[in-house]
């Protein structure tokens, strides 16, 4: 069993030496390092939300309304962090969430590649996301034994659509989770104040430009046409699904479905009935849609309308205690989003690994400290509004 704690151990024997740690353990420390280290254009997009960012600011916030309370003289020096999902024997509660312009955080434009590579050696699972610079089949082939999982944006096109999901099957992801909430762009002041859409300039667009499907609607290849392979992207990208829809995406697919975006009971009740595999609460870490509720509030009531179904949640995450919480409340697993693409920016797979031991410290030692030795005891105990 691992002490995940152990890692600032490292760092404190390190600091014997006159070594400090290479990448910062902290959130605010690391984003201010990514700003002198993205591109404006892409520090904008990445850091940007919907609207006035309220939803962003306010996914953040909530974690300092719930409290864990600690439980004494339960010897709680080994702890267990591992969970379990459809099957998968997971050594950790985190995910990597799908970022898709995590390509261009990278200093070399393959972040997909180097989050793979920190998946496969911290054995932290990622969700690789339909848009990426790298073709999902690139990206499966770097995570080695890691489980991964794929994101899909459903196109208007099913051909495309179930064309991407069989390829994933080949490629080895081990489940498919649909996002619900963009099929059309929320208002985003910042990209909007400077006329930035990387899509729109034929970013992280591999998985279309690489896809059989895709390319047949074509009159001619992307490499020899790209505007238009670009409009063709934007013409069929975004499909807004209704529930009678997910018949099809539950016939086109063998392997577990989850659906991103629910935030409702009703939602997720609903579809625990068609047949869906799993719940992802998320609100797209405020990207998406202003003046909503933040994630993690709407988190409980979902996890007890889900029943039997797994809840996969993220939005505001910036710490191993904000990990703690999310699992108090109810939460299989948690995924980490802004943190790993700033991490990314500063030194690929190194400093996303670096980002991952820091977060499962934190994690592993708020669990020591505050008396959980396994997830179920954290569970248990779950988390009050202060």
Request: with cysteine.
């Amino acid at each position: 069993m691992t002490n995940y704690g152990d890692y600032q151990n490292d760092i404190y024997r390190g600091g014997l030496q006159g070594r400090l740690p290479t990448y910062p353990v902290d959130y605010p420390s690391l984003e201010h390092k990514a700003v002198q280290a993205l591109p404006a254009s892409v520090y904008s997009y990445v850091a940007g939300g919907c609207g006035d960012e309220h939803t962003q600011r306010a996914n953040v916030a909530a974690f300092h309304r719930y409290a864990l309370t600690p439980r004494m003289l339960v010897g709680a020096a080994d702890r267990d962090l591992s969970v379990s999902l459809f099957g998968m024997s997971l050594p950790t509660p985190i995910f990597l969430s799908p970022i898709g312009v995590i390509g261009l955080c990278a200093q070399d434009g393959h972040g997909d590649l180097h989050a793979a590579e920190a998946s496969a050696r911290t054995g932290v699972p990622m969700i690789a996301s339909t848009l990426s610079q790298d073709p999902l089949e690139e990206v499966s082939a770097h995570t080695a034994d890691t489980p991964t999982l794929f994101q899909l944006y459903p196109p208007h096109d099913r051909d495309i659509a179930t064309s991407l999901i069989r390829r994933a099957e080949h490629a080895g992801y081990r489940a498919i989770v649909v996002t619900l909430d963009t099929w059309v762009t929320g208002w985003r002041p910042r990209d909007l104040n400077t006329a930035n859409f990387p899509q729109l300039r034929g970013f992280a667009l591999a998985n279309y430009f690489s896809d059989p499907v895709f390319r047949a609607r074509l009159a001619q290849p992307p490499e020899s046409d790209l505007p238009a392979a670009i409009a063709y992207w934007s013409a069929v990208f975004g499909n807004p699904l209704r529930w009678e829809d997910l018949q099809w995406l539950r016939e086109a697919t063998s392997l577990p479905l989850l659906l991103k975006g629910i935030q409702h009971p009703d939602d997720a009740r609903r579809a625990h009935d068609y047949g869906i595999d799993g719940i992802y609460c998320s609100n797209h870490g405020g990207r998406q849609a202003n003046g909503g509720l933040p994630a993690l509030d709407a988190l409980p009531a979902v996890v007890e309308a889900a029943g039997d179904l797994p809840v996969l949640f993220d939005s505001g995450v910036r710490s191993g205690s904000d990990v703690g919480k999310a699992l108090a409340l109810g939460a299989t697993a948690v995924g980490i989003g802004r943190p790993y693409a700033y991490a990314m920016a500063l030194g690929g797979a190194d400093a996303v690994v670096a980002l991952l031991r820091a977060m499962l410290a934190e994690l592993d030692l708020l669990m020591a400290v505050d008396g959980f030795p396994t997830l179920a005891d954290l569970r248990h105990a779950g988390a009050g509004r202060l």
